[in-house]
């Protein structure tokens, strides 16, 4: 088989040349980081496996608490991320325009200050919400406003000849809305929502600013605790064991999707 | 107003920004009668058909149906459009569902009918119009003419008195044209009040009582159309009907 005017014996140049640069590579750093000063230093401070047995069980007990955080969260920001695409689409122009200044200006503000604003600014006006909660509130605010875009343009992509088949069968705006644009919407959306997913995953950490005890935050406690970067790289770890898998599902679920069109 | 007649238009204008579509539109149709609206593309026979289930909405007049007037404010649109079917000429079936769903769902959801007699009146529907096998299919495996006729079961699910067809030949192939026009014939024959939008002379003659020929916003002729084709008195509809019926 050619591919792009390659014939077989090039492909198989090519093969044994990646390979050998590969090795080279890898020869190299082992070299590096076992023989060098610099390179010793290096590995003792990142993956040093004494540090790491003692500290992974604590910070991966944060996996528990990051997860239940992003799931939960996930939960709210989908109904409410909805709830303002719906607003967001209404032919009720006042409506329509706060829904608009909403998603704009939360969109233009970082994620750590609006979790800054909702944990102390809710303290200050008497509600003392645990850390865990003011993080729930303060991700689904800010994501709300990504998602309801997100929704937006998924309902905004069905023909509008379906609104109308709906609406000349005698069904209300939000019959039709149920029964016919949502689930045509919310099929195109399921991939580009499940990155959302991925990426509020990772920004629940964040959170640890308030001092919720997740994954980084626990990451960083033992860092202090053990003078070494290597509880870090284990929390990164935590993140990746999720968020990899999570990426190759998209990805699968995207190509199914597309090849069903 | 009376009930006399199915359909009544009184002085209907409609108008898009600055462009008036509908320049004062008056006709009124029989029930069982089958009413065949011609006219040059932009002459705004299709916007005057999405007037008649209030998809548009009138910039002034009235649209009576059934004696009931629909641009009236505070009327039960949703209630008013069950009686009149509409088939499009992008057939708009719903993609995500059934042949069988998409003829049911508004029965079942709007009207509240029993999901087991919803789908038996819906198979009897499809059988009628020659589809029954496909109960199953989804509407991406059928051909255009097929999406068609489950478009046309899918507005007589609802029960309705009037039919509005617009230009629902017109992207279809040539071969399945007639698939589709059959059916439409039986439905006339059954008594179904009909507006039918179209460049199907032939259809016209065949099962039109009445032909009304739109031209700029406005009926520039009316009556039989037989005598319309043959002898057609206006300047724009002698022209626009040379043309067409040139290619006969």
């Known amino acids: ?261 | 107003m009376s009930g006399e007649y199915m359909v009544e238009i009184v002085d209907l204008h409609k108008r898009f920004g600055f462009h008036e579509v509908l320049k004062g539109v008056n006709l009124k149709v029989k029930p069982s009668e089958v009413l065949v609206v011609v006219g040059p593309s932009g002459s705004g026979k299709s916007t005057m058909l999405r007037c008649v289930n209030g998809l548009e909405h009138a910039t002034s007049g009235h649209v009576f149906i059934e004696g009931v007037d629909i641009t009236q404010h505070g009327i039960d649109i949703n209630a008013m459009r069950q009686k009149v079917g509409i088939v499009f000429q992008s057939f708009n079936l719903f993609p995500h569902l059934t042949v069988l769903r998409n003829v049911t769902l508004a029965p079942v959801k709007v009207k509240k009918m029993d999901a087991a007699e919803a789908e038996e009146k819906a198979l009897r529907l499809l059988e009628r119009v020659g589809l029954k096998e496909k109960a199953e299919a989804y509407p991406a495996h059928l051909s255009g003419g097929q999406q068609q006729r489950v478009a046309i079961a899918r507005a007589l699910a609802m029960d309705p008195d009037l039919m509005l067809f617009d230009e629902v030949t017109s992207a279809l192939d040539p071969e399945l044209v007639k698939e589709v026009l059959d059916v439409m014939k039986d439905l006339a024959r059954e008594g179904m009040t009909m507006m039918v939008v179209t460049h199907e002379m032939g259809f016209a003659k065949e099962v039109g009582d009445r032909l009304i020929f739109m031209d700029d916003g406005v009926i520039v002729e009316e009556g039989p159309p037989e005598d319309i084709f043959t002898n057609p008195r206006s300047p724009r509809a002698i022209d626009f009907f040379s043309k067409i019926l040139s290619h006969l």
């Open chain 1, 1 to 261: 088989m050619e591919v792009m005017g390659i014939n077989g014996k090039t492909r198989i140049a090519l093969w044994v040349i990646g390979i050998v640069a590969a090795a080279a590579l890898v020869a190299f750093l082992a070299v590096f980081f076992t023989r060098f000063e610099a390179g010793k230093k290096f590995v003792d401070e990142f993956f040093n496996w004494r540090v790491f047995e003692k500290t992974m069980p604590y910070v991966a007990r944060g996996l528990w608490v990051t997860v239940k955080l992003a799931v939960i969260s996930e939960v709210c920001i989908l109904a409410a991320g909805l709830m303002v695409a719906m607003v967001r689409i209404s032919k009720v122009k006042p409506f329509r325009f706060l829904a608009a200044v909403y998603i704009d200006v939360i969109r233009g503000m970082p994620l750590l200050l609006q979790i800054f604003i909702v944990y102390f600014g809710l303290a200050y006006m008497g509600l003392n919400l645990s850390q865990f909660v003011a993080g729930v509130i303060a991700l689904t605010i800010c994501y709300a406003a990504y998602e309801a875009e997100i929704f937006r343009a998924g309902i905004e992509s069905i023909h509008k000849g379906q609104m109308e088949a709906a609406r000349s069968l005698g069904m209300g705006y939000l019959k039709a809305m149920r029964y016919v644009i949502l689930p045509q919407a919310i099929r195109n959306v399921i991939p580009p929502l499940s990155n959302e997913f991925i990426a509020l995953l990772k920004d629940t950490a964040l959170v640890a600013t308030i001092g919720l005890a997740e994954v980084f935050f626990r990451g960083r406690e033992m860092m202090g605790k053990y003078a070494s970067v290597t509880p870090l790289m284990g929390a990164a770890l935590c993140y990746l064991i999720i968020t990899l898998p999570l990426m190759r599902l998209v990805q699968y679920m995207t190509t199914r999707l597309s090849m069903k069109d």
